[in-house]
């Protein structure tokens, strides 16, 4: 396997097809087929079921490419680090982001911490927590921005943000919710409204629920906040989400749940047992010391 045939295979995934590939790629599809059987044989699996028009990718083939962006974003990302050494400029740094929600406090800090090191670049990676905690222990990033809850391990944290959970939708959906004299609502209060939930918070929801002795209604379970939050405002359900989410949708109605175990915090973290980039070190220490003087 070479990053070439990865480059081919890639292609040949986002295309949907061999000529479209080859369209992209300025080749002739027969040098493409070649290097794409070749990779079937040396590993001994079909990656493609190839169809007169289309090609869908097998199993296999779904997670070669998975490895193959990865391989090639990092490939690019050396690749433009060593042109910036080249120049006498810093590595950039690699730094993965949740993509649920947004946070003010991140990018506040990031902003300040620019004005003092114009010269440090970032290259971005938005993956999910779980993924991003697989992508700090390969060291494929420096640092990542995640969300609890977290298997700390060998991980140091510094928070930037704590949060409660939030129903949020349209007025027509939150009309159906009860709430208390304060303005917040239960699950309890939810029991008659279909609700949509962020799949890592199911459990703690369910949980909650079921101690107020109901069940929730859920017409939709999603890997993705942002889903969440777009299915609430179609009028589908009730989005039941990190307030940070909220960011992103501030035309929706939303009620602050009143269960005191539905609350997060969005965290930066880092390895304690590798070395990381001289840039990534200033850039924690930097959020370290923002979180202590903030805490005085």
């Known amino acids: 396997m070479n990053l070439v045939q990865l480059q081919y295979f890639a292609a040949v ?51 070669l490419y ?13 690749e433009d680090d060593l042109e910036s050494l080249k ?9 993965g982001i949740i993509s649920s929600g ?10 300040e911490f620019r004005r003092q090191y114009p010269d440090i670049a970032f290259r971005i990676f938005d993956r999910n927590t779980y993924e991003l ?44 919710a009860v709430c208390d004299p304060d303005g917040h609502c239960s699950l309890a209060g939810l029991s008659r409204t279909p609700v949509i939930l962020y799949r890592r918070w199911q459990d703690a929801i369910r949980a909650e629920a ?47 749940l009143s269960e005191a175990a539905l609350h997060t915090k969005v965290c930066l973290i880092r390895r304690t047992d590798r070395s990381i980039s001289g840039s990534a070190e200033k850039l924690f220490h930097f959020f370290v010391k923002r979180a202590e003087a903030y805490a005085l």
């Open 13 to 63: 995934v986002e295309e949907g097809s061999i000529s479209a590939a080859a369209r992209r790629l300025h080749l002739s599809q027969p040098p493409l087929s070649i290097q794409i059987r070749n990779l079937e044989t040396e590993y001994g699996v079909r990656l493609l079921d190839r169809g007169a028009r289309r090609a869908r990718v097998t199993p296999a083939g779904e997670l």
């Open 66 to 78: 998975e490895y193959a962006v990865r391989i090639l974003e990092m490939t690019h990302a050396a």
């Open 87 to 95: 120049a006498g400029q810093q590595a950039s740094l690699r730094l």
């Open 102 to 111: 947004e946070c003010p406090e991140l990018l506040q800090g990031l902003a």
């Open 133 to 176: 905690q697989q992508d700090i222990e390969k060291q494929r990033i420096d640092l990542a921005v995640i969300r609890t809850p977290f298997q700390t391990g060998s991980l140091e944290s510094v928070v930037l943000r704590e949060e409660s959970f939030f129903a949020a939708g349209t007025k027509e959906m939150l009309a159906k």
């Open 210 to 256: 079921g101690k107020e002795g109901v069940r929730p209604d859920i017409v939709c379970m999603s890997d993705d906040a942002r889903t969440c939050i777009q299915w609430a405002g179609a009028g589908i359900g009730v989005a039941l989400v990190p307030e940070s989410v909220l960011l992103l949708a501030p035309e929706l109605a939303r009620l602050e």
